[in-house]
């Protein structure tokens, strides 16, 4: 559901996780939402939220097995002289 226009007010905790996202994402911009006080402490709360460490965790062993495809790929190209993927 698209909204036109939204006021949300976060309040003092996350209700169930990801619902503040789902509250941001049903206006099309920011100029026709209003957000209410969002306290500070709420933020950290995210950052230190089990999921949240679990997917910084798993993006850091998907990173890790992606390095070392790239090594081990690189003396195969080299050697058929095929050029190297760009990676980012």
Not at 8 to 19: K, N, P, R, T, Y
Not at 56 to 67: G, Y
């Amino acid at each position: 559901m698209t909204l036109p226009r939204a006021v949300i007010d976060f309040g003092e905790h996350e209700f169930a996780q990801g619902l503040s996202f789902v509250a941001l994402s049903r206006v099309r911009t920011s100029d026709s939402l209003v957000i209410e006080p969002f306290p500070d402490e709420r933020l950290t709360a995210l950052g230190q939220a089990k999921r949240v460490q679990a997917m910084r965790e798993e993006d850091a062993r998907l990173k890790r097995l992606s390095d070392a495809f790239r090594q081990a790929v690189r003396p195969a190209m080299s050697a058929s002289g095929a050029a190297a993927a760009p990676h980012g």
